[in-house]
T-cell receptor, first 115, second 112 residues
Framework: DTEVTQTPKHLVMGMTNKKSLKCEQHMGHRAMYWYKQKAKKPPELMFVYSYEKLSINESVPSRFSPECPNSSLLNLHLHALQPEDSALYLCASSQGQFGRPDTQYFGPGTRLTVL | GQNIDQPTEMTATEGAIVQINCTYQ??????LFWYQQHAGEAPTFLSYNVLDGLEEKGRFSSFLSRSKGYSYLLLKELQMKDSASYLC?????????????FGTGTQLKVEL
């Protein structure tokens, strides 16, 4: 089983709203990732959690706030977003092992529209 | 910085063979992945190379030359369902852990 689930599938929010994206995996993976993907562009890394600790933040604006409550769950809290933040937000997970393939498996994404 | 290049678009005929190239200039290279992404869907893992040479998995093969900063994905016996974007991604080892940097992606169109 290589399934990563994400909710919601679609989200429309205003610039003053607060919302959260959720990601879950039950593969025993210890690394989880958030990516942002604009249309016809490759995914861009935002955050990496390794063993439930934030290990990489790619200089993402503070209006995006990640949270890893446990090894299976990853949240992305959104507040005061801008229209240019509209994109597909992808979650991924991997075993988290150095020196191994450590293949990342992606969820289906949340299509976010900011009005 | 990291630089990963792929052709933007390619067109091929059903049943044919197509080769998608990827060139990279990165520091901290720790492996190269190929992903397939259909429109509106998640990227799905196709192949992985960390040593030089060819890796074969069914209709898909991937090649790596670390000295040349070059990889290719070879798709044989093309099917219409292979129409998708193909993403080359380089894994880089940083102080914070492994991170994937994706190339620009190649949109493959398979025609009858």
């Amino acid at each position: 089983d290589t399934e990563v689930t994400q909710t919601p599938k679609h989200l429309v929010m205003g610039m003053t709203n607060k919302k959260s994206l959720k990601c879950e995996q039950h593969m025993g993976h210890r690394a989880m990732y958030w990516y942002k993907q604009k249309a016809k562009k490759p995914p861009e890394l935002m955050f990496v959690y390794s063993y439930e600790k934030l290990s990489i933040n790619e200089s993402v604006p503070s209006r995006f706030s990640p949270e890893c409550p446990n090894s299976s769950l990853l949240n992305l809290h959104l507040h005061a977003l801008q229209p240019e933040d509209s994109a597909l937000y992808l979650c991924a997970s991997s075993q988290g092992q150095f020196g191994r393939p450590d293949t990342q498996y992606f969820g289906p994404g949340t299509r976010l529209t900011v009005l | 910085g990291q630089n990963i290049d792929q052709p933007t678009e390619m067109t091929a005929t059903e049943g044919a063979i197509v080769q998608i190239n990827c060139t990279y200039q990165t520091s901290g290279f720790n492996g190269l992945f190929w992903y397939q992404q259909h429109a509106g869907e998640a990227p799905t893992f196709l192949s992985y190379n960390v040593l030089d040479g060819l890796e074969e998995k069914g209709r898909f093969s991937s090649f790596l030359s670390r000295s040349k900063g070059y990889s290719y994905l070879l798709l044989k016996e093309l099917q219409m369902k292979d129409s998708a974007s193909y993403l080359c991604a380089v894994r880089i080892l940083t102080g914070g852990g492994n991170k994937l940097t994706f190339g620009t992606g190649t949109q493959l169109k398979v025609e009858l």
